[in-house]
């Protein structure tokens, strides 16, 4: 056997372990709701994952502790942690654990259109027919039509995260642009500190139940901080390194479709024959938008890029 081919298992390895630890994540996030409120949960677990990402860029070397492009970076830690993170957080308060990743991972259509709209790029047909079939999957996701509040309130809420997400592809694209050689681990560090004092600062404006300190509370922070966020980003960057684009954006699709299938056999959130056949829409819809065409969505580092070729 090859060394290139060892390298791929080891890269293949590292991508399941990535897509399980992202995946569970969303049961974590939901569970954690019975002892701390959305953001303030947000705000600590950003906090951690501060602590450890500037560790990991200590150890680097000095010169990475340099703050990246102000401006930008705080435009992304605004829509991408603070936009896609708190508001997913909020969604789970009423929503469920698969719905809410499902809608949240549906940031793919709006990188698309956004870029069709701010960076001059052009949409094939086949894009058209996708966003097209991903409106109805979410129309059957919402159900809009049941007018539960609070489920239409967590819907709103997980798509609006989505959103964030893309405008913060957006904003990262036209910093590439004019800052090509900023350090990606560097990024998702200050940008997660700047999110860090940002949610803190809502969470003390925000209301929200007394933190109780239970177990489970100490094991999520643990788990986002340390397993969410250093292991699972850094073993993200030797997948990128070592895989395909196109292999490697297999794990956007199956974070949500597995997220689902852990909710409903975990939390008992069965999506019914509607909802299940809106995701699966959905998850097509992301297929054709992933893979198809000129443009490939790829995560790097705490936010994503579109590729060309």
Same mark, same amino acid.
């Given at each position: &056997? ?9 890269? /293949? ?15 974590? &996030? @939901? ?26 860029? *200590? ?28 508001? *997913?957080?909020?969604?789970? /308060? ?15 259509? %709006? ?43 967590? *819907? ?8 964030? %997400? ?5 904003? *990262? ?23 860090? /004092? ?42 990128? $390194? $070592? ?50 065409? @000129? ?15």
């Amino acid at each position: &056997m090859s060394v290139t081919r060892k390298v791929d298992v080891v890269a /293949l390895a590292g991508l399941f372990l990535i897509t399980a630890i992202w995946s569970y994540s969303w049961i974590v &996030m @939901k569970q954690v709701m019975l002892y701390a409120g959305a953001f303030e949960f947000t705000a600590l677990r950003y906090f951690c994952s501060s602590l450890l990402l500037l560790l990991v860029l *200590a150890i680097r070397g000095r010169r990475y502790l340099k703050p990246t492009p102000f401006r930008y970076t705080l435009a992304i830690a605004l829509f991408q942690s603070c936009g896609m993170g708190g508001l *997913a957080q909020w969604a789970l /308060l009423s929503g469920g654990a698969g719905k809410v990743a499902i809608l949240t991972y549906t940031m793919p259509f %709006w990188v698309v259109l956004f870029a069709v709209l701010f960076l001059g790029e052009r949409m094939r047909k086949l894009h058209y027919l996708a966003v097209g079939g991903a409106a109805c999957g979410l129309l059957l996701v919402i159900q809009p039509w049941l007018l539960h509040l609070e489920s239409l309130k967590s *819907a709103l809420l997980a798509i609006l995260s989505g959103i964030c %997400w893309g405008i913060s592809v957006i904003i *990262a694209k036209r910093m590439y642009v004019r800052y090509p050689k900023v350090d990606l681990m560097s990024l998702t560090t200050w940008q997660m500190v700047y999110a860090c /004092l940002i949610m803190a600062l809502v969470a003390a404006w925000v209301p929200e139940r007394p933190l109780d300190w239970q177990p489970y509370l100490v094991g999520a922070l643990a788990y986002s901080a340390i397993f969410a966020t250093a292991i699972a980003w850094s073993l993200w960057l030797v997948v990128l $390194k $070592k895989l395909p684009a196109g292999i490697a954006s297999l794990s956007t699709l199956a974070v949500p479709v597995t997220g689902v299938l852990l909710s409903w056999w975990l939390l008992g959130e069965n999506p019914g024959p509607v909802e299940g056949s809106g995701i699966l829409l959905i998850v097509l819809a992301l297929m054709v938008i992933s893979y198809r065409g @000129k443009r490939t969505v790829v995560t790097v580092a705490g936010e994503t890029r579109i590729r060309h070729g």
